[in-house]
């Protein structure tokens, strides 16, 4: 069983920056691939961005160029770096764990809050 503890969320002007954390538990961080997903009042859940175990990244359209996501695997640790925020990046942020091994095994974090406002 894996856990997923985020963290970083509050609330920043647009414009502003904000780093959100993700610490994952167990054993298959490094085999995994990390994503960080987002859902707005009233809107689906969507994908933010991911980053596979060998490093390789994707992100939403919204984000590119605004968003980067990392990982650090001596730390299990997945980071969310935003950049020039907007109104309409204020969502509740999940951390996510997706590996395949006998079978699919997919974790999601609880979320955090992310507000951006003046």
């Known amino acids: 069983q894996v856990q997923l503890v985020e963290s970083g969320g509050g609330l920043v002007q647009p414009g502003g920056s904000l780093g959100l954390s993700c610490v994952a538990s167990g054993s298959i961080f490094s085999i995994s691939r990390m994503g960080w997903y987002r859902q707005a009042p009233g809107k689906q859940r969507e994908l933010v961005a991911t980053?596979?175990?060998?490093?390789?990244?994707n992100s939403a359209d919204a984000v590119k160029g605004r968003f980067t996501i990392s990982r650090d695997n001596a730390k299990n640790t997945v980071y969310l770096q935003m950049n020039n925020m907007k109104p309409e990046d204020t969502a509740v942020y999940y951390c996510?764990?997706?590996?395949?091994?006998?079978?699919?095994?997919?974790?999601w974090g609880q979320g955090t809050q992310v507000t951006v406002s003046s």
């Open positions: 980053i596979n175990s060998a490093g390789s990244t």
């Open positions: 996510n764990l997706y590996c395949w091994q006998v079978g699919p095994e997919d974790y």
